[in-house]
């Protein structure tokens, strides 16, 4: 199931799409790199969101 998910900082948007099959968690950042996570019973979402956020606040500094 591919969904999306949004980060605000500083005034910008930065949106990420994630797909997500049974335990695992594919997420595709705005510059193209993919992170890859087993979820073990995380939040699809929330789990999606960490990597977008840990993305935009290194690429930010």
Partial sequence: MESETTF???EKIYTS???HQEDNLMVYLPDG???TTALR???PE???MTHL???VLHSTK
Avoid: C, S
Wanted: net charge negative; aromatic share 12%.
């Fill in 8 to 10: 605000e900082h500083e």
């Fill in 17 to 19: 799409i994630y797909n």
């Fill in 33 to 35: 790199t993919q992170r």
């Fill in 41 to 43: 019973g995380l939040d």
């Fill in 46 to 48: 929330q789990a999606a």
């Fill in 53 to 55: 956020r840990a993305f």
